[in-house]
């Protein structure tokens, strides 16, 4: 992402659930919900396996 201008702000982590904003040219991108559940999910998922879903607010 940040080769391509973006970047992911944790905002807030409750109950398995990770809440993100992606910034930068993620923000606005329209692949932007693939891209957080393909690459960002399964990045945090991989580290911590507690994580049930990540969500962009």
């Known amino acids: ?4 201008g973006g970047d992911v702000e944790v905002i807030e982590v409750t109950d398995g659930t990770v809440k993100v904003r992606l910034t930068g040219t993620c923000g606005g991108c329209p692949m ?7 690459a960002v999910e399964r990045a945090i998922k991989q580290e911590v ?3 049930k879903t990540v969500v962009a607010v």
Request: proline content about 7%; charged content about 30%.
């Open 32 to 38: 932007s919900t693939m891209t957080l559940k393909n």
């Open 1 to 4: 992402m940040k080769a391509d």
């Open 49 to 51: 396996p507690e994580v």
